[in-house]
């Protein structure tokens, strides 16, 4: 199932309410993708909404959440739909776009790094996080120790363009574990534009 809003600038943490009600009852789904890109209107409130229809996909194999410039988004919305993501035990694909979500900080991304590890099976992951001014080498840190345990990953992109305020030790500590990751095939890590990576 795939429903795209992109900058349906009426549509409010509501109108996501109606979207989780209606997920609870498609307990066989097994590909989902949602984007609300641009919904400047959407709340935390929204993506608990969200997350509370995610609760009885338990086939679910595949995963896409756009939730890119979404100014209200918090670290606390990235907790509910990250927490959500260790109860899919089949789930072989996960993207989560949040480019743009300027008030998600280190600690978002944190509770993804934490939860991305329980997913023993996934072989695809898409992670977008262009213009989150606010994430540090922290996030880079955690998110390398979280993939080093993905022992079936085999397709990897992250997008941290624009992060200014990532470092050489941030990406030098991402990097050392992707060696860990014998399974991998593709790699697309894009770090443009951030002027604490020296040449």
Not at 119 to 125: A, E
């Amino acid at each position: 199932m795939s429903l795209d809003f992109y900058c349906c600038l009426q549509i409010t943490s509501e109108g996501l309410g109606h979207i989780g009600r209606s997920l609870k009852s498609l307990v066989h789904l097994k590909k989902l993708k949602l984007s609300f890109t641009g919904c400047f209107q959407i709340t935390d409130t929204g993506l608990y909404y969200i997350r509370e229809g995610l609760e009885s996909l338990s086939c679910l194999k595949n995963l896409s959440l756009g939730l890119s410039q979404l100014p209200q988004i918090t670290d606390c919305g990235v907790l509910y739909i990250s927490h959500r993501l260790k109860t899919f035990p089949f789930l072989d694909q996960i993207e989560l776009l949040l480019s743009s979500c300027r008030r998600v900080t280190d600690e978002g991304l944190r509770y993804i790094s934490q939860d991305l590890k329980y997913l023993t099976k996934i072989q695809g992951v898409r992670l977008f996080c262009f213009e989150l001014r606010k994430i540090t080498d922290l996030s880079l840190l955690a998110l390398g120790e979280s993939l080093k345990g993905l022992h079936t990953l085999g397709d990897l992109d992250l997008d941290f363009g624009h992060c200014l305020r990532a470092t050489d030790e941030g990406l030098g500590g991402l990097s050392k574990n992707l060696k860990e990751l014998g399974s991998l095939e593709y790699i697309r890590m894009n770090f443009s534009d951030r002027r604490q990576i020296m040449d």
